[in-house]
């Protein structure tokens, strides 16, 4: 089974940068399509960014372009989400999630959650 584990999120403040990451396992995870998610108290969960198996091509929410950048290091197991310029509107429980589905286009099938890493940008 897939399984991931972030890390990184904390406190700070407006203008500040955080970088998230995502541990994973899994035989074949350089072939996995991979995505970060974000929830806020009494909202819904929202997409964020994703990247393709390869690394090749990344995908983001309006709402972070130019702002964030999704990353993988294949040979580390682990994607990463930097995050420059956090704006309180930010603060959410951050997710990342993989489609186990072996080198596959998108669409993608996100499957597998990791347990969540907190982000708090405060004014």
């Known amino acids: 089974q897939v399984q991931l584990v972030e890390s990184g999120g904390g406190l700070v403040q407006a203008g500040d940068s955080l970088r998230l990451s995502c541990a994973a396992s899994?035989?074949?995870?350089?072939?996995?399509?991979m995505g970060w998610f974000r929830q806020a108290p009494g909202k819904e969960r929202e997409f964020v960014a994703a990247?393709?198996?390869?690394?090749?091509?990344?995908y983001y929410a309006d709402s972070v372009k130019g702002r964030f950048t999704i990353s993988r290091d294949n040979a580390k197991n682990t994607v990463y989400l930097q995050m420059n310029s956090l704006r309180p509107g930010d603060t959410a429980v951050y997710y990342c999630?993989?489609?186990?589905?072996?080198?596959?286009?998108?669409?993608?099938?996100?499957?597998?959650w990791g347990q969540g890493t907190q982000v708090t940008v405060s004014s």
């Open positions: 999630a993989a489609d186990e589905r072996v080198g596959v286009p998108p669409p993608y099938e996100f499957d597998y």
């Open positions: 899994g035989r074949t995870f350089s072939s996995y399509a």
């Open positions: 990247i393709s198996w390869s690394g090749g091509n990344t």
